[in-house]
Each structure stands twice: as structure tokens, then as C-alpha cells.
């Protein structure tokens, strides 16, 4: 490390003095200060502060590492609103360094370590949520107990607030930091001071960087605008281009305006004075337009709303009501009995019920008479019926009423086509289109009121009162028609006029000029805006100073050094531990940035450039590898802070099982270990890697819990039973839950006795079972653990005699019955209280017998 400093140390002198002065801040004190910001801000701004200077010695620099606080979780309680956990006891994590935390899906593991993770801060910790299928809490929270440098802190902490400050050391494994190790850029999460420095400095650039923007944005120009007609120049494009560094004799011909320039532009003026010949010939046209389009809806309205017009439209109605008339008066049938035949009301029914008819008598033609009923009524059709409707749809089909209906519609459409009359503001805007003045307006308002009367009345069929037809307004018409073509012989002069003079390329020059006049009036703001523009230079250069890039550089070359290959060898190791060095895997060096040194985990040799390992390697071999990524980054941070492990052996087979339990087991003798698991088999190999450690070691520092959800809730701790508790402890437990059993009986009677006495029965024949590998077999052979463990435990196998296993052979057989289902012509009867007590007092005094039979046998 001494020749790592000494390398720093060379670089440092070859930096400019503000450099070097961050530095020696920095080596003294954690972060820089807004006044240490400020003063290096001053200090880069002198000649001297962008000088490199050889004065400083860096005596502070040294690797002094910051073990930090000793750090441990106590547990949680009072949980309130906080996922589906309603625990009746708080989660006690132990007072011993490996705690394993067993339960069923669903038993509210994985809700414990989001809290604990969302509650220390972690980045990739989820949002809190409540019971979904509970009414919304009033408040979500709970009570997180740590110790602190011996220091027990009880902190309230409301989910999703901000983190405990105290507890962010803690470090946490689970299927989000698993996806995170395999498919994402990854800092290492402990950095030495030495890298920590470059870090800090470049963290110092940007400060700097950004107080120098600050004070270059209140630069602000004041130089004025030209009007936008004169952007185009090349005056105006001279003047929007000012630099720091333009020259004196290009200046003053930019600011110079002489006599000729004047004159110049004082012809082009006068010249220009005449409209564009070109333009007013369109903007001509195009009013010529409007007055056509006037003209032709006058000439509608007079034709539709004139006496001819009206005329037209009374014809077609006499027409349509005489033809109406005579269809009707035709429309008499002999047989019909109620009057109004050929109506319109009659006609409307008769239409409906031929719709009917197609819609029950779907094979035949209207009207249907053989074997019909009537369509109204519904009653069988007799032969006169028959014929009357015969005769019905005779009138119906006829020429008269064809005639009367030809007729009928063609006075409709007559008054559907009549012509729509322009509101008034639409008659406003034309007569502007048109360039028609306000006496226009109002002859052109009176005449279409006339005619939307006239409409009004036609369309009502001159109900209330008959129509008036509009003025003659050929005269009027013929005016407009005058003044169109007195436009279009105006634009065709207009387009004549256009062939003898360039006005476009004047209009051009007449634009120079005035831009030009007006920047030479602009003198003052524009040497200002030169003395601006040469400051904010100056803040550029400063601002260049301050790239981090070759702080980066260096970090990238130390922690080359002191961070990646530590790293790389630290995850080689762990694949190693974990039996996984056969996976082709590597941790390689990505990038530095801001002094922060990158890491990710790629395929080693791959031939179809696919790097990242999360696409090709199977669930096991990606859980097994991110494990070890997540260990090498973590396993040797200084402070001894806690691990938290949700399901780490997901997706993994027995070997690979075994060796992360060894793995968690050698983690737990320096620091305080929890893992969240819902694999007995994980349980089991925890129980058995925590004794290979020594069973001292165990009994201090081994704690294994089970938590379950009942009734909709989840995380109840539950006490210890007899598939976890050692065979004498699990004996005893029954006999106490045996005695309660007898007392509920006395208090209850027979039936909650049997109730209680069942469940005791089917423990006993599950201790049974565990009495054969733990007491008569001497944990030689367990389920659920992956070796066969000798070492001084066959001494006890000559010893096992007939009547020991004809004992257990006989108490398997009889609460077998207990554990298994019966038929109902053999049913199971729960033995009395004092032959359930009788039998398992005599498993518990027989283990007694052959455990001291097993230690006379040893001496």
C-alpha cells in the first residue's frame, strides 16, 4: 500500500494547486463544506490557484480503514398495517450470530425482510403495502429493536418513510439483489479510503463545476433585438455572432454607417414605396374570388326565394296533395268496414305490419292468408278477413298511390334543396373577404333576412301565412359582377407592371441597409456584450479545468489495485466455497465513473457474443453465481454488520444446498447472520453445519424459529414442537400438552379432551420417528441431511437390543392410527389420558435407559 500512496502522491504534484488544496481538505475532514467549495471556487479563478505547485507533502494520506460501529438486529414488533403480518409475539432474532427463520409459503418470511429492507435504506427495496383484503390501517408501522455499539435503540419506523440511519450497514440477498449481481453494472459496496478520495474529488469537480456555472449564468446579455424582418441579413447574422475574441477592424466595419449607405437607402424607399406589383395581383384574385362566390349565392337565393321559385315550390305541393287526394278517395274497398283506408296514419300501419309479417312468416309473401292470423289480433284468419286484406295490399301496390307518393316526395326534396341562408357573421366575413364596405353588409343582411323568412314559411308548408317572395336584386348582382371584373383587369395590370423592376432583389438591399443602420446605432451594448462575452469565456476554460475525467483515470488505476483485483479474487473464492467454479463466470472491471469503479459479471469464453450469464445458464447456476457476486462485495466490509439471506438456496440442488449452508455458517462466527427460508431440508443442514462449528458454538449462537400465518394473518412466531426441538425437550413437551388436554376435558368434558389428545397422538408417532434416527440410531442417518455422520456415534449400534426396537416397533404400530387415515370399519379411538401419558413416560424413560447404556458402553 505504501508504493499506492507514493503513486498518488506523484500524481497529486503534477495537479494544479486547487487540485491539490481539495485534496488536503479532504484528507482532513470527511466532505467538503459549502465555504471549502467557495474558497476553491476563489482559489482556481488566481493564476497561481491554475498552477501546479510541489509545496505539499499529503502527510494525511494513509489507508487508515473505518471499521464502524458493531452493528446487530435485536428483532421486531408491534407491527401494525404492514403487509398481511399481525404476529401475536414480537420476532426475536436471538442474542446468538446465525438465526434461521423457517416457515410455509405464505408464513410472512418474505414480509419481514422487506421491512428490514426498506427500513435500512436498501436501493432496491419495494414500496410497503397494506393488507389488500382489510380495510386501509390508519397508520402502517412497526417497532425495529438494534443494538448499536452495545447501545439497544427500540426505533418506530412508519413504512415507507425515510430509512433508519442506524441500520443502513445492513446487507441483504435476495431474488432482486440476485437479478441485480447478474445483469447490472455493480460498485463495490465497501470502498477503501484511498479510492473513497477519488470518489470525493471527483464529487469536489462538479461542485466546483456547478458553483462556476451558477456564476456564469447571471452573465446575462443585454445586448438588444433586432426586429425579425431584418434576421436574414448578413448584418444581423455579423451582430448575433459576436465572440470574445473578434477583431478590432472587424468591429468597427460592423459599426460604421457612412453617407453613401444613407443615400442608398433613402433611393431604395422611394422606389420600394409602390406595393409589389406581384403580390397585389394574388391578394386581387383573391378578392375577386370572394366577390364570385357572393355573386353566385345571390343569384341561389333570388332563383329559390323569387317569385318563380315560389311558384315552383306551391306546385309541387298542389301536385302532391291532389295526387294524395285522388289515391285516397281510390282507396275505398268494398270490404272494408272502418273508414280512412290509404291515410297516412292507415298507411304507416299497413308498412308496419308487412315488417311484421316478414318476421313471423318468414317463407312467405305479404299478406300471408292460408293458415294465418291476423297480425294485430292474432286470431285465425276467416275468408273474408282473407280477401280484405288481399284488397288492402291491391290499393297499396296500385298506380294512384305510387303517383301520390312520387309526388309527395318530390315536393320534399324541393324544400330540402332550398338554399341555406348565411348567418350574419358569415355575411360579415365574406363582405370583408371580398372588400365590400358596411353598406354592402347591410343590403346583403337585409336581403338574406327576406329570404330566411321566405324559407321558414316554405318550409312550415305556409301554414300560418303564406310566403313573400325576395327583391329583384339583378341590378345589385350585376354591380358585384362589375367589380369582379374590374379586379381581375386590375391584377392582370398588377402582373404587367411586375416584368420592368426586381423588386424582390431591392427589397433585399433596402433590408441590409436598415439592419446595418440599426446595429451601428447599438455601439455601447455591443463593445459591452464583448466584454461579456470574453468573461464567459473565461468560465468555459475554468469549467474545462474542472472535468473529472483524469480523477476518474486515476481512481480507475488504484482501485485497479486496491478494489477489482481484490474483488475478482474474493468472488473466485466464493465460487470456490460454493462449489460452483466449474460455471464459466468471471467478474471483470466495466468502466470508472466519477471515480466510481464498475463491476459486472460476464460468460467466460462465450463464442456467440452473448456476455451477460442471465440468458444462458440455468436457474440454479445464475442463484449460485449472484450468491457469490453478493458475498465477494460484501463478506469483507469492516463493520461487522448483519447479513440477511430471503431463500438463498432457491433453484438449488442438494450439493450446492450444502455448500451455502457450510458458507452461511462461516459468515455467522464474525457476524450476525438471518436467514429467511421456506426448505426443511435448508432447516436441517443449517442444524447440522451449526454443530460440525462445535456444539458450544451452537448452543451460543444457533437459533432456529418457525413462523406461520393463521386466520388470514401471518408472522406468528411459533413456540418450539416436536419436529424442531431435540427428542428429550420434544418428550416433554407432549406431557405438558397432555396435562393441558386432561384439564380441558375435566372443564369440557370427554370431547375436548379427544379434540387435544388427537393432535397429541399424532406428534407422538412423529417423535417416534425421530426417536429411531436421533436416540436409536444415534443421528447416524437423518432425512433431510445430506451426509452419512460416524464420527464416534457406531458405538452406539451394538447396544440397540431386541426389546428396544420391539419398544418403538409397538408404539409406531399402535399411534400409526393416529397419523394415517382409517376406514370407518376400523376407527381410531384416542386412548385415555393415562395410557397416552403412560406410553410416552415410557419412551422418555427408555431414551434415558439407552443414552446411559451408550456412555457405560464408551468407558
Known amino acids: 500500500m505504501a508504493s499506492i500512496h507514493a503513486g498518488i502522491r506523484d500524481w497529486l504534484l503534477k495537479q494544479p494547486?486547487?487540485?491539490?488544496?481539495?485534496?488536503?481538505?479532504?484528507?482532513?475532514?470527511?466532505?467538503?463544506?459549502?465555504?471549502?467549495?467557495?474558497?476553491?471556487?476563489?482559489?482556481?479563478?488566481?493564476?497561481?490557484?491554475?498552477?501546479?505547485?510541489?509545496?505539499?507533502?499529503?502527510?494525511?494520506?494513509?489507508?487508515?480503514?473505518?471499521?464502524?460501529?458493531?452493528?446487530?438486529?435485536?428483532?421486531?414488533?408491534?407491527?401494525?398495517?404492514?403487509?398481511?403480518?399481525?404476529?401475536?409475539?414480537?420476532?426475536?432474532?436471538?442474542?446468538?450470530?446465525?438465526?434461521?427463520?423457517?416457515?410455509?409459503?405464505?408464513?410472512?418470511?418474505?414480509?419481514?425482510?422487506?421491512i428490514l429492507k426498506k427500513a435500512s435504506g436498501q436501493p432496491r427495496a419495494v414500496e410497503l403495502k397494506s393488507n389488500v383484503?382489510?380495510?386501509?390501517?390508519?397508520?402502517?408501522?412497526?417497532?425495529?429493536?438494534?443494538?448499536?455499539?452495545?447501545?439497544?435503540?427500540?426505533?418506530?419506523?412508519?413504512?415507507?418513510?425515510?430509512?433508519?440511519?442506524?441500520?443502513?450497514?445492513?446487507?441483504?440477498?435476495?431474488?432482486?439483489?440476485?437479478?441485480?449481481y447478474l445483469s447490472k453494472e455493480s460498485a463495490a459496496s465497501y470502498t477503501p479510503p484511498v479510492v473513497a478520495l477519488f470518489e470525493s474529488l471527483a464529487t469536489a469537480c462538479d461542485q466546483i463545476?456547478?458553483?462556476?456555472?451558477?456564476?456564469?449564468?447571471?452573465?446575462?446579455?443585454?445586448?438588444?433585438?433586432?426586429?425579425?424582418?431584418?434576421?436574414?441579413?448578413?448584418?444581423?447574422?455579423?451582430?448575433?455572432?459576436?465572440?470574445?475574441?473578434?477583431?478590432?477592424?472587424?468591429?468597427?466595419?460592423?459599426l460604421t454607417w457612412t453617407e453613401a449607405e444613407q443615400l442608398k437607402l433613402n433611393d431604395l424607399t422611394a422606389r420600394l414605396k409602390v406595393e409589389d406589383p406581384s403580390a397585389l395581383a394574388k391578394k386581387k384574385r383573391g378578392t375577386k374570388t370572394q366577390t364570385e362566390q357572393i355573386i353566385a349565392a345571390l343569384k341561389s337565393g333570388m332563383a329559390a326565394f323569387g317569385g318563380a321559385g315560389i311558384q315552383t315550390i306551391r306546385t309541387l305541393q298542389t301536385t302532391a296533395t291532389k295526387k294524395r287526394q285522388i289515391a285516397t278517395e281510390a282507396a275505398h274497398v268494398e270490404s272494408a268496414?272502418?273508414?280512412?283506408?290509404?291515410?297516412?296514419?292507415?298507411?304507416?300501419?299497413?308498412?308496419?305490419?308487412?315488417?311484421?309479417?316478414?318476421?313471423?312468416?318468414?317463407?312467405?309473401d305479404f299478406p300471408v292468408l292460408d293458415n294465418a292470423h291476423c297480425l294485430l289480433c292474432h286470431q285465425q284468419l276467416d275468408t273474408d278477413a282473407g280477401q280484405r286484406l288481399r284488397s288492402f295490399e291491391t290499393f297499396v301496390q296500385g298506380k294512384l298511390e305510387t303517383e301520390a307518393k312520387t309526388a309527395e316526395t318530390s315536393y320534399q326534396e324541393a324544400l330540402n334543396t332550398l338554399p341555406i341562408v348565411p348567418t350574419e357573421q358569415q355575411i360579415n366575413t365574406e363582405c370583408e373577404a371580398a372588400g365590400l364596405g358596411q353598406d354592402w353588409k347591410e343590403y346583403l343582411l337585409g336581403f338574406w333576412n327576406a329570404a330566411l323568412s321566405c324559407r321558414e314559411k316554405l318550409i312550415s308548408r305556409e301554414v300560418d301565412a303564406l310566403a313573400s317572395p325576395v327583391d329583384n336584386i339583378s341590378e345589385s348582382i350585376a354591380n358585384l359582377?362589375?367589380?369582379?371584373?374590374?379586379?381581375?383587369?386590375?391584377?392582370?395590370?398588377?402582373?404587367?407592371?411586375?416584368?420592368?423592376?426586381?423588386?424582390?432583389?431591392?427589397?433585399?438591399?433596402?433590408?441590409?441597409?436598415?439592419?446595418?443602420?440599426?446595429?451601428?446605432?447599438?455601439?455601447?451594448?455591443?463593445?459591452?456584450?464583448?466584454?461579456?462575452?470574453?468573461s464567459f469565456k473565461v468560465y468555459e476554460d475554468l469549467k474545462a479545468l474542472t472535468n473529472p475525467r483524469g480523477v476518474s483515470l486515476k481512481a480507475s488505476e488504484v482501485a485497479e489495485q486496491v478494489i477489482t483485483r481484490a474483488y475478482v479474487a474474493r468472488f473466485n473464492h466464493e465460487l470456490s466455497l460454493l462449489g460452483a467454479t466449474n460455471i464459466k463466470v468471471e467478474l471483470i472491471k466495466t468502466r470508472t465513473e466519477r471515480g466510481r469503479v464498475l463491476h459486472q459479471l460476464n460468460l467466460k469464453g462465450s463464442q456467440a457474443g452473448q456476455l451477460l450469464p442471465d440468458a444462458i445458464l440455468s436457474d440454479g447456476e445464475r442463484r449460485i453465481i449472484s450468491l457469490a457476486a453478493f458475498l465477494a462485495?460484501?463478506?469483507?466490509?469492516?463493520?461487522?454488520?448483519?447479513?440477511?439471506?430471503?431463500?438463498?438456496?432457491?433453484?438449488?440442488?442438494?450439493?450446492?444446498?450444502?455448500?451455502?449452508?457450510?458458507?452461511?455458517?462461516?459468515?455467522?462466527?464474525?457476524?450476525?447472520?438471518?436467514?429467511?427460508?421456506?426448505?426443511?431440508?435448508?432447516?436441517?443442514?443449517?442444524?447440522?453445519?451449526?454443530?460440525?462449528?462445535?456444539?458450544?458454538?451452537?448452543?451460543?449462537?444457533?437459533?432456529?424459529?418457525?413462523?406461520?400465518?393463521?386466520?388470514?394473518?401471518?408472522?406468528?412466531?411459533?413456540?418450539q414442537a416436536t419436529w424442531?426441538?431435540?427428542?428429550?425437550?420434544?418428550?416433554?413437551?407432549?406431557?405438558?400438552?397432555?396435562?393441558?388436554?386432561?384439564?380441558?376435558?375435566?372443564?369440557?368434558?370427554?370431547?375436548?379432551?379427544?379434540?387435544?389428545?388427537?393432535?397429541?397422538?399424532?406428534?407422538?408417532?412423529?417423535?417416534?420417528?425421530?426417536?429411531?434416527?436421533?436416540?436409536?440410531?444415534?443421528?447416524i442417518v437423518?432425512?433431510?441431511?445430506?451426509?452419512?455422520?460416524?464420527?464416534?456415534?457406531?458405538?452406539?449400534?451394538?447396544?440397540?437390543?431386541?426389546?428396544?426396537?420391539?419398544?418403538?416397533?409397538?408404539?409406531?404400530?399402535?399411534?400409526?392410527?393416529?397419523?394415517?387415515?382409517?376406514?370407518?370399519?376400523?376407527?381410531?379411538?384416542?386412548?385415555?389420558?393415562?395410557?397416552?401419558?403412560?406410553?410416552?413416560?415410557?419412551?422418555?424413560?427408555?431414551?434415558?435407559?439407552?443414552?446411559?447404556?451408550?456412555?457405560?458402553?464408551m468407558q
Not at 808 to 817: A, C, F, G
Open 481 to 534: 359582377q362589375t367589380y369582379s371584373d374590374t379586379l381581375e383587369s386590375e391584377a392582370v395590370q398588377c402582373e404587367s407592371d411586375a416584368q420592368n423592376f426586381d423588386r424582390s432583389q431591392a427589397k433585399k438591399d433596402k433590408l441590409e441597409l436598415e439592419a446595418k443602420l440599426w446595429v451601428s446605432q447599438q455601439s455601447d451594448a455591443v463593445r459591452e456584450e464583448i466584454k461579456r462575452l470574453k
Open 337 to 364: 268496414i272502418l273508414g280512412g283506408i290509404g291515410s297516412s296514419t292507415w298507411s304507416a300501419m299497413w308498412e308496419a305490419a308487412r315488417s311484421y309479417s316478414q318476421t313471423v312468416y318468414t317463407e312467405s
Open 17 to 114: 494547486d486547487w487540485l491539490q488544496e481539495a485534496t488536503e481538505r479532504l484528507l482532513k475532514q470527511d466532505a467538503l463544506t459549502d465555504e471549502d467549495i467557495e474558497a476553491l471556487v476563489d482559489l482556481i479563478k488566481t493564476p497561481g490557484g491554475r498552477t501546479v505547485t510541489k509545496h505539499r507533502n499529503f502527510q494525511n494520506l494513509v489507508d487508515n480503514q473505518y471499521a464502524g460501529s458493531d452493528l446487530r438486529l435485536i428483532g421486531i414488533r408491534d407491527i401494525s398495517g404492514i403487509e398481511n403480518l399481525s404476529p401475536r409475539e414480537p420476532m426475536n432474532f436471538g442474542a446468538g450470530n446465525l438465526t434461521v427463520i423457517y416457515g410455509h409459503n405464505g408464513s410472512g418470511k418474505s414480509s419481514y425482510t422487506r
Open 633 to 719: 462485495d460484501v463478506a469483507d466490509k469492516p463493520q461487522p454488520a448483519p447479513f440477511i439471506f430471503d431463500d438463498p438456496v432457491s433453484s438449488l440442488d442438494h450439493d450446492f444446498e450444502w455448500n451455502v449452508a457450510n458458507r452461511l455458517a462461516e459468515l455467522a462466527k464474525d457476524r450476525q447472520v438471518l436467514v429467511f427460508t421456506h426448505r426443511l431440508s435448508l432447516y436441517g443442514a443449517m442444524d447440522e453445519v451449526s454443530k460440525k462449528i462445535g456444539s458450544a458454538w451452537k448452543k451460543q449462537h444457533y437459533h432456529p424459529l418457525c413462523i406461520e400465518s393463521y386466520s388470514g394473518v401471518s408472522g406468528h412466531p411459533v413456540d
Open 209 to 254: 463545476r456547478e458553483l462556476l456555472q451558477t456564476e456564469q449564468e447571471q452573465l446575462i446579455s443585454s445586448l438588444p433585438t433586432l426586429q425579425v424582418i431584418h434576421q436574414e441579413t448578413q448584418s444581423a447574422r455579423s451582430y448575433n455572432a459576436l465572440r470574445h475574441d473578434i477583431a478590432e477592424t472587424t468591429l468597427q466595419q460592423l
Open 782 to 857: 437423518k432425512r433431510h441431511r445430506r451426509s452419512i455422520t460416524t464420527d464416534n456415534r457406531l458405538v452406539a449400534l451394538p447396544i440397540i437390543e431386541n426389546d428396544d426396537c420391539q419398544l418403538i416397533d409397538e408404539l409406531m404400530t399402535k399411534y400409526s392410527y393416529y397419523e394415517h387415515s382409517q376406514s370407518q370399519e376400523t376407527p381410531a379411538f384416542i386412548p385415555e389420558e393415562q395410557e397416552l401419558k403412560t406410553d410416552i413416560e415410557q419412551l422418555k424413560n427408555w431414551r434415558q435407559q439407552f443414552k446411559d447404556r451408550i456412555k457405560a458402553n
Open 724 to 779: 424442531n426441538a431435540n427428542t428429550k425437550t420434544a418428550n416433554n413437551i407432549l406431557l405438558d400438552r397432555l396435562g393441558h388436554a386432561r384439564r380441558e376435558g375435566e372443564a369440557h368434558g370427554g370431547e375436548a379432551y379427544r379434540r387435544l389428545a388427537q393432535g397429541v397422538c399424532s406428534d407422538f408417532r412423529k417423535l417416534l420417528e425421530r426417536t429411531v434416527e436421533d436416540d436409536l440410531l444415534n443421528e
Open 133 to 180: 383484503f382489510r380495510a386501509a390501517p390508519a397508520e402502517s408501522k412497526c417497532q425495529i429493536i438494534f443494538k448499536l455499539d452495545e447501545q439497544v435503540t427500540p426505533a418506530l419506523w412508519h413504512a415507507n418513510a425515510a430509512p433508519i440511519d442506524a441500520i443502513r450497514a445492513v446487507d441483504f440477498f435476495d431474488n432482486d439483489e440476485a437479478i441485480h
